[in-house]
């Protein structure tokens, strides 16, 4: 296992993501406990000391089971991350409930990282509202108190939620945790984020290095292309390289669901291997290529904007849509759009096509968004 510095302790640079954990029956909420234990111990023999869960995770039954599966080894052998649930507007009011609950459930009289949950669209004002919520207030006082050692945040916002929570809170924020891969290095602003990230002096954790699996089992003709640069590294080795190669970056979360998987991780992370230029254009290509299929092609150049009627922020909307269709669904183009009136949604368009005549794209934007409101339903 390689490891990395961070404050005067080495974190091993592969975390226990406990947001996958095996289920019985396909059941999300029943974790299969005997097999997640079994895992925890083949993380622990592999050197891996970071674990994280949440509130929300397998339906609030992650945080118990991983608590007792580190139950079962000593305190100082292991650090272990959760997070406050802001994702969930009905939890905004319930900070001082939740966390000593959170202390219970995991078993701990400590947690050595926690995380204000998904800062995004949706909650950044709840977030930023410390007068009507005090959820800012009550974490920097639990860290004073020793039960908080180090304070973070989790961002699937964009970049102006991004300024906005590090503009407020920044100073007192040990490190992010970011929606972080090769395919997001540009579709999700990847590059950008970690850039605001390096100029507050803030290191980077890293959530969905495989996004939820797909960079895991690429199209043939991508997969040929990389193993002929590497030809002992596996398809999801790639991903991790990539990683390897940011200096930003200390921790790489891994949802791991098997045995196999985690192996094959372990396996991964006992040498750091990140990568040369070569490769890095080359993996850069495949991105663009994989990225480029089904999405439209907006280059964000704002002509439309001016000649739509509703004033809509296209490409912004275009963003979210290349997001949600790529991914399948999901729930990051709905969070952010539900940060918008409904008179700037994608139901919104008139189907005018006035914005169409100046898209230098040539881009059916009127077709476009009513697919994206279909898609959304």
Same mark, same amino acid.
């Given at each position: 296992?390689?490891?990395?510095?961070?404050?005067?302790?080495?974190?091993?640079?592969?975390?226990?993501?406990?947001? &996958?954990?095996?289920?019985?029956?396909?059941?999300?909420?029943?974790?299969?406990?005997?097999?997640?234990? &079994?895992?925890?111990?083949?993380?622990?023999?592999?050197?891996?000391?970071?674990?994280?869960?949440?509130?929300?995770?397998?339906?609030?039954?992650?945080?118990?089971?991983?608590?007792?599966?580190?139950?079962?080894?000593? &305190?100082?052998?292991?650090?272990?991350?959760?997070?406050?649930?802001?994702?969930?507007?009905?939890?905004?009011?319930?900070?001082?409930?939740?966390?000593?609950?959170?202390?219970?459930?995991?078993?701990?009289?400590?947690?050595?990282?926690?995380?204000?949950?998904?800062?995004?669209?949706?909650?950044?004002?709840?977030?930023?509202?410390?007068?009507?919520?005090?959820?800012?207030?009550?974490?920097?006082?639990?860290?004073?108190?020793?039960?908080?050692?180090?304070?973070?945040?989790?961002?699937?916002?964009?970049?102006?939620?991004?300024?906005?929570?590090?503009?407020?809170?920044?100073?007192?924020?040990?490190?992010?945790?970011?929606?972080?891969?090769?395919?997001?290095?540009?579709?999700?602003?990847?590059?950008?984020?970690?850039?605001?990230?390096?100029?507050?002096?803030?290191?980077?954790?890293?959530?969905?290095?495989?996004?939820?699996?797909?960079?895991?089992?690429?199209?043939?003709?991508?997969?040929?292309?990389?193993?002929?640069?590497?030809?002992?590294?596996?398809?999801?080795?790639?991903?991790?390289?990539?990683?390897?190669?940011?200096?930003?970056?200390?921790?790489?979360?891994?949802?791991?669901?098997?045995?196999?998987?985690?192996?094959?991780?372990?396996?991964?992370?006992?040498?750091?291997?990140?990568?040369?230029?070569?490769?890095?254009?080359?993996?850069?290509?495949?991105?663009?290529?994989?990225?480029?299929?089904?999405?439209?092609?907006?280059?964000?150049?704002?002509?439309?904007?001016?000649?739509?009627?509703?004033?809509?922020?296209?490409?912004?909307?275009?963003?979210?849509?290349?997001?949600?269709?790529?991914?399948?669904?999901?729930?990051?183009?709905?969070?952010?759009?539900?940060?918008?009136?409904?008179?700037?949604?994608?139901?919104?368009?008139?189907?005018?096509?006035?914005?169409?005549?100046?898209?230098?794209?040539?881009?059916?934007?009127?077709?476009?968004?009513?697919?994206?409101?279909?898609?959304?339903?």
């Amino acid at each position: 296992m390689i490891y990395r510095d961070f404050e005067g302790m080495k974190l091993s640079a592969l975390g226990f993501g406990a947001m &996958r954990l095996p289920v019985l029956d396909g059941d999300d909420s029943r974790i299969d406990e005997d097999a997640a234990l &079994r895992m925890v111990d083949t993380a622990m023999q592999g050197g891996i000391n970071y674990y994280d869960t949440a509130w929300g995770y397998h339906g609030e039954n992650s945080e118990l089971v991983l608590g007792k599966a580190l139950a079962r080894y000593p &305190r100082d052998s292991f650090y272990v991350a959760t997070k406050f649930p802001g994702y969930d507007a009905s939890n905004w009011g319930r900070v001082k409930e939740i966390f000593p609950r959170q202390l219970e459930k995991l078993g701990v009289a400590y947690f050595d990282f926690y995380l204000f949950h998904n800062v995004c669209e949706m909650n950044i004002d709840a977030y930023l509202d410390d007068e009507k919520y005090g959820i800012y207030s009550y974490l920097m006082e639990q860290k004073r108190q020793g039960r908080i050692r180090h304070l973070g945040f989790s961002c699937h916002g964009e970049m102006d939620v991004l300024r906005r929570f590090l503009e407020k809170y920044g100073k007192d924020m040990e490190f992010c945790q970011l929606q972080l891969n090769y395919l997001d290095w540009t579709f999700q602003h990847g590059r950008e984020k970690v850039e605001l990230l390096r100029q507050w002096g803030i290191p980077v954790w890293v959530m969905e290095p495989l996004r939820g699996g797909r960079l895991a089992n690429l199209p043939q003709q991508h997969a040929e292309t990389l193993k002929a640069l590497r030809p002992d590294e596996e398809v999801p080795a790639w991903a991790f390289r990539f990683l390897q190669s940011i200096p930003s970056v200390t921790m790489i979360l891994s949802g791991m669901s098997s045995e196999e998987q985690l192996e094959k991780n372990l396996a991964t992370f006992a040498e750091d291997k990140p990568l040369t230029d070569t490769e890095m254009k080359t993996l850069m290509d495949v991105a663009q290529r994989m990225l480029s299929l089904g999405t439209v092609p907006c280059t964000a150049c704002h002509y439309c904007i001016s000649h739509c009627p509703m004033g809509l922020d296209i490409p912004r909307l275009l963003a979210l849509y290349n997001e949600h269709v790529y991914t399948g669904g999901g729930f990051i183009a709905p969070m952010a759009l539900s940060a918008l009136d409904e008179n700037k949604q994608p139901q919104a368009c008139l189907q005018c096509r006035s914005c169409e005549q100046v898209c230098p794209q040539q881009i059916k934007i009127s077709e476009v968004l009513k697919d994206f409101s279909e898609k959304l339903g």
